[in-house]
């Protein structure tokens, strides 16, 4: 039995009917690499089975704590049974990128139930119709509740899910997996005493070191870093609930080539450019460009500065300027790219755990109530956003990936959405082929593949420009 940390919790109180706290992997498989007939769904579903052992988020769920005094636990379920977890879908005729899209959105916008293990596969036949797609591939959409993952712990569970060899075998050894017993009322509450008996002491100690970190940090930069955002733009809003998905798929190459013509700068640089300039296009065509830049919010592993072990959360945030109040494509490259250093200065500056210690420093109780009220009716719309929106980067694996034999093709992934943070961008790469999915509120963007144009233009637009 494991406590969940203070940042897994905070993932965890923040699920609502609107906006479920899950990770998503849309994971297509090419089936012509795969000798005929040996995969089906059955041979998918056995697959899970025989790689159960490889990961324990698959079978704990959650223990929580009478009336909420402590953070839940993680419990391996006795009651564990893999056909609640593994479906089975297909798509109709023709089987085309809107029908998968549109069934992405549908399973993304869908909670995970909080009563067992908190993830699920669908497993989706029929993508006879998109391009750049072999024929009679099939995709895996996997869910896993961010409290149990972060991107980094996201990327090793794909991982263990796949072989490097087009010709693995099943893993047949030994699981000795155990369920638990579970711990009476009276042993959670004296838990639930004893660390909330530390956690008094913890906060006050964290707030002393982080206060007058941030007030150096400050006296550091060139400017004061503003924590809220002076505007709000139509994606900071309260969300519906009712999702929209789509990806602009790239060349790895090619966004390499934009790289390494201006000295400097990174991958990610690259991606928040593309990514500026898209919303500044899709703004402008809807004559809401703000004056002032968009800000993304960007999260940094910690896992390795930390040393923890690779399940739950070990990340921190950074603010990245999207520079969309610049035209010129090279120039917001340039500004961007200015802009990260001096993030990444300033959250290094404050302490990349920062937001894992207060995490773990507050009353569950309290943080539970004080979501629940930035989340109610019309006040969420009063509170100044600290970002725009979202662009985390997970650097898929380098080299070609199997399951049961088939290649994976491709690689999406979409993150949850927030009050005030309705559009949520994840970079994924595999191979020679990198992707901007990106999942948003359907109210805020009614338009998703005209979006991806406008992210499209960007990209080419920038590739002209180098």
Known sequence: MKQLSGLDNVFLQAESARTPMHITAVMIYDRSTAPPGTLSFDGVFSHFETNLKKSPIFRRKLLRTPFGADKPYWIEDKDFDLKSHVFHEALPKPGNWQQLCSLIANLH????????????????GGLNNIEGVPDGS????????????????????????????????????????????????????????MNGFMRSTELAETLGKFIPAVRQANKRSDKKTEFAQKFKTRFNRRVSGHLVSDALRMEFEQVREIKNH?????????????????????????????????????????????????TGNSI???????????????????????????SKTYAKAIGVRSMTDIANSLSPGWLALGLRAVTAEGLSERIPTPLHTMVSNVPGPPVDLYLRGSRLHDILGFGPLVDQAGLFHAVTSIGGSMAISFTCCRNMLPDPAFYRQCLQDSFEELRAAV
């Open 316 to 342: 921190s945030m950074m603010r990245i300027p999207l520079r969309t109040d610049i035209a010129d494509p090279l120039e917001r490259l340039n500004a961007v790219r200015s802009g990260a250093i001096k």
């Open 109 to 124: 916008g869908q909670a995970l139930n909080l009563k067992r293990p908190l993830w699920e596969a669908h497993v989706v």
């Open 262 to 310: 201006v000295q400097g700068t990174t991958i990610n640089d690259v991606v928040v450019s593309i990514v500026g300039g898209g919303l500044r296009r899709y703004l402008v065509a809807k004559d809401e460009l703000p004056e002032e830049s968009m800000v993304a919010g960007a999260p940094i592993n910690t896992r390795d500065i930390a040393g923890t072990e690779s």
């Open 138 to 193: 099939f995709a895996i959409i996997l869910k896993v509740h961010h409290a149990a993952i972060d991107g980094v712990s996201a990327a090793e569970i794909i991982n263990a899910l796949h072989s490097f060899r087009q010709d693995e075998t099943p893993d047949n050894s030994d699981d000795d997996w155990q369920p638990e017993r579970v711990p009476g009322a009276m042993d959670l509450m004296w838990r639930s005493y």
